[in-house]
């Protein structure tokens, strides 16, 4: 019998079906180990020694593993073919030998490139050793985003309250970002104008020609600088007689791009579907790890994490055949394709992303509607790769009066073979498709005339604003961190509020431009593009066994700690100096009347400064606490959205009083001083509601929240609505159930509130039938019984009986499938997930409830000092992992050479 352990269990379902009788195929549900998130976990003193633990979560499925072997002669790990998949596979061999369930047992580790039969067969056939190099570059990654992320982050919260964390490549990726706004924020905009013409010659049709020539001066896109000149290049065009000076004909030739990698599927998902990259990286797995079709579950692409742009020799035949069946042999080239990959860092150990079968088509297969896109995408991508280059015609004419002072240019792209445009063409980050006209057929040395001028007036547009697939190009292009760890580290990027999507484009928030500007002043090394890059350049030696991990280690910490060390003893006024200079054009700008932007617009005497506050950076008045004035960094005539001083916006009609529009450190709100009343009366802009649109019928709106709905039919007491901590609600008596937006809650009638507050008496914790499902995912495929989507006060989650297992931030709810519900489903119930909850203890009397809690402190007390004994005694026992880690690879029997596989 033989143990075979994989990532997922939707991997185990498709593999299991592939092996026979005599293996047994489980889930670790990815790693079974991490650093703890502590002090210590990574120890320089010690030659980087590294303390590793398994999770609650995977203590089971070790468990199982641990289990499973007690019957079975052999283990084979066949994780991931990368350097990933290799740590699993190591961590597993560690946990399990600390358990001490591999005496006698062989050990194997087997790596394919796509699950299908044929190659997880050829794999088990062809068993390695666990490749150390790739796991030793693992460990020194690990290492370092540790070491950087335990390090840094306490510098940060001790010299600037309210930032959440930095990472060695989350900060170089937010630079990027917040280097794009300065440049947008810093550009001028220029004025320029275009002059184009309807020209005709003989008795041809008109065609666009645009001037290149004016007064004997080369005409650039920038030259014409005011409507003057412009105006009068138009009249010398209307009044001119040209002759056809040249026409020239040059065919082109336009070659397919190639098959996938993680980087480029990332990228066009983005442009063409709208996928971010966790989202596409989320759905690839899945096509990766197998879908059921007619009863049987197959893998549908190649391995998902991949630098390489080669195909598989067999799958390269059998695209040519589905393209030459397709299309015709007019659509396959004599030879095919060869592709190299050009991405800084590339590591081409696997193939490209690709179809498993390319005669598995699109449309052919039932899939749900994001794995149906991306199989597209994907089985698009690399037919195309295959197929005949695009033959085009691009066609020039030029155009001279008399004596040569002016000059006009017509040109024009014509397709004559559409080769692989028939299938695919690749998106453009400008979203702009190439503008492709048929020029008429015109005689060199003949009269034309302008028919038409067209002459506009343009300002150039400052670069734009980076989106995911722009940015995951310029990481890539910059050689970032892995193309593979860009989806987590985009996500960080989110959580923590350094940035925000806005039209799919990063926006940094103040929270996200303070860090960097702190980062890029006092440890700017640890944020140039170059020092990141060449140690993504180290890690790569590493793998291919050119250099010491622990030597790369310690390249680094010498100069890192000394970094740290050196400001040790910097003052909150150093910082705040540095950051009011640094930051100075996003929150000093310049004032239309020309006035020093530092001084306080309330007071006009004091100065303005950054402040750092718990909840992070705001400017305020240095006569604090005479003046009070306080804004948000880009507020005031700025790029945010502040209000700087206090905005009048009228009076409130039943009051008289004035109501204003303030802004403060937690975001704009509305302010009215009520007469009787010890504070004034204040409500949040809420979410949704623009600051320009603020008005004062719509402050007045906010002021009188909450409003009476009506009196419930059955008891007669008030339902209000109004907008509370957690959004807005309605609420009946101590009942408060949620409405879906703030527009609702001015406009909710009686029966609606009615039936919101009765679901919500119903169902009081978000649970049971009273709730409708988001979506219903199917049967349980194992212990049966419905799997739905629900909506819960704290956010969407999946539930299967007693069950519930609240969705990631970055799962869209309308998104999730079966597979995915199962997953999160069984790791809730490792974890003794449900709704059960302990019944509190009885209480007899007061006496008894004084008495208790001593004894539960000296019961506490005992169990901690035992805690610790037993954690000392485990911490005093283990020896060097790491250390031993080779001599634990070459231990491991029934494997043969050794092959390398890096990502």
């Not at 695209?319 to 299309?327: L, Q």
């Not at 623009?690 to 008005?695: A, K, M, P, Q, R």
Request: overall charge neutral; charged content about 30%.
């Amino acid at each position: 019998m033989q143990v075979v352990v994989v990532e997922s269990p939707a991997k185990a379902k498709t593999i299991n079906k592939y092996l026979g009788k005599d293996y047994i195929v489980l889930a670790s549900f990815g790693h079974v180990r991490d650093l703890p998130a502590k002090d210590g976990s990574v120890r320089p003193d010690e030659d980087f020694a590294m303390e590793w633990e398994v999770d609650a979560k995977s203590a089971p499925k070790l468990k199982a593993i641990a289990d499973a072997l007690k019957e079975a002669d052999t283990l084979v790990l066949a994780t991931d073919p990368d350097r990933e998949g290799e740590a699993i596979s190591w961590h597993l061999l560690e946990a399990l030998q600390k358990r001490r369930a591999l005496k006698g047992k062989q050990i194997q580790r087997v790596a394919f490139n796509a699950i299908t039969k044929k190659a997880v067969q050829d794999a088990i056939a062809n068993p390695r050793e666990i490749d150390m190099e790739l796991v030793e570059a693992y460990l020194a990654r690990r290492a370092l985003d540790y070491l950087v992320g335990f390090t840094l982050s306490p510098v940060l919260w001790r010299k600037l309250p309210g930032s959440r964390s930095a990472g060695r490549v989350q900060s170089v990726a937010l630079r990027l970002i917040t280097e794009r706004e300065s440049e947008i924020e810093r550009f001028k905009p220029e004025e320029y104008w275009s002059i184009e013409a309807d020209m005709r010659s003989g008795g041809s049709d008109t065609f666009r020609a645009r001037l290149t020539r004016f007064e004997d001066q080369k005409i650039t896109r920038l030259s014409v600088k005011n409507e003057t000149r412009a105006r009068a290049a138009e009249s010398a065009i209307q009044t001119a007689e040209f002759t056809i000076a040249a026409v020239e004909a040059k065919p082109t030739r336009r070659n397919p791009p190639p098959p996938f990698t993680t980087s480029t599927l990332q990228q066009e998902a983005s442009r063409k579907l709208g996928f971010d990259a966790a989202r596409t990286m989320r759905t690839a797995q899945r096509l990766y790890e197998g879908v059921d079709i007619g009863g049987e579950t197959v893998g549908l692409i190649t391995y998902m994490r991949t630098d390489g742009v080669q195909m598989d020799g067999s799958a390269v035949a059998a695209a040519r055949s589905v393209i030459g069946d397709t299309y015709g042999d007019d659509y396959v080239p004599d030879v095919p394709r060869a592709y190299s990959s050009k991405a800084k860092n590339a590591q081409e150990a696997h193939e490209a992303i690709r179809p498993t079968s390319f005669s598995r088509k699109p449309g052919a297969i039932r899939l749900d509607s994001d794995q149906a896109r991306l199989y597209e995408l994907i089985w698009k991508r690399a037919m195309a790769s295959q197929m005949e280059s695009a033959r085009l015609e691009r066609t020039t004419i030029d155009l001279e009066n008399k004596d040569t002072t002016l000059a006009l240019r017509a040109t024009g792209t014509v397709v004559t073979f559409n080769g692989f445009f028939a299938l695919y063409q690749e998106g453009r980050d400008d979203e702009e498709d190439e503008q492709e006209s048929r020029l008429p057929k015109v005689e060199q040395g003949a009269e034309a005339t302008a028919d038409k001028t067209h002459t506009e007036q343009h300002f150039t547009q400052p670069p734009p604003r980076f989106t995911e697939a722009s940015l995951v190009k310029r990481m890539e292009e910059l050689g970032i961190g892995r193309p593979s760890t860009y989806a987590s580290v985009l996500s960080v990027l989110r959580d923590r509020d350094y940035v925000r999507m806005d039209d799919k484009r990063f926006v940094p928030e103040d929270k996200g431009r303070v860090v960097i500007a702190f980062l890029e002043n006092f440890f700017t090394r640890y944020v140039e593009y170059d020092f990141t890059a060449d140690l993504e350049d180290q890690l790569d030696k590493v793998s291919s066994g050119d250099l010491d991990w622990k030597e790369l280690l310690r390249r680094f910490w010498t100069d890192f700690s000394a970094s740290v060390e050196s400001i040790a003893d910097l003052r909150i006024g150093d910082v705040i100096d540095a950051m009011n200079e640094a930051l100075a054009p996003l929150i000093y700008p310049e004032r239309e009347d020309g006035s020093d932007p530092r001084i306080c617009p309330k007071c006009g005497e004091g100065a303005l400064s950054l402040r750092l506050g718990k909840h992070g950076a705001f400017v305020g008045c240095s006569n604090y606490p005479d003046c009070r004035f306080t804004r948000q960094l880009g507020g005031a005539d700025g790029s945010g959205n502040g209000i700087e001083g206090d905005g009048e916006l009228g009076e409130d009609p039943e009051s008289g009083q004035t109501v204003y529009l303030k802004d403060g450190r937690f975001g704009p709100y509305v302010e009215v001083a009520l007469p009787g009343e010890d504070k004034p009366k204040r409500t949040s802009v809420p979410k949704g509601w623009s600051v320009e649109d603020i008005n004062l019928d719509k402050a007045l709106m906010l002021l009188r929240l909450p409003r009476e709905v009506g009196k419930h039919p059955e008891d007669g007491e008030v339902i209000e609505a109004g907008l509370g901590r957690y959004g807005p609600f309605v609420k009946h008596g101590k009942t408060y159930a949620n409405v879906e937006s703030i527009d609702e809650v001015f406009e909710i009638g009686l029966n609606r509130a009615v039936t919101l507050i009765e679901e919500k008496k119903a169902n009081p914790r978000g649970r049971g039938a009273a709730a409708a499902p988001l979506k219903e995912l199917g049967e349980h495929p194992e212990q049966g019984g419905p799997i739905q989507v629900m909506k819960g006060r704290y956010g969407p989650y999946v539930k299967h009986g007693k069950v519930n297992a609240t969705l990631p931030k970055d799962l869209d709810p309308e998104s999730v499938t079966l597979e995915q519900a199962v997953e999160m489903i069984a790791a809730k119930a490792a974890k003794g997930g449900g709704t059960k909850r302990k019944a509190p203890a009885k209480r007899s009397s007061k006496a008894a409830t004084k008495a208790k809690p001593a004894k539960a402190k000296s019961a506490a007390s005992k169990t901690a000092k035992s805690k610790t004994a037993k954690s000392a005694t485990a911490k005093s026992s283990t020896a060097s992992k790491t250390s031993a880690t080779k001599k634990t690879a070459s231990k491991s029997s029934g494997s043969t050479t050794k092959a390398k596989s890096e990502n």
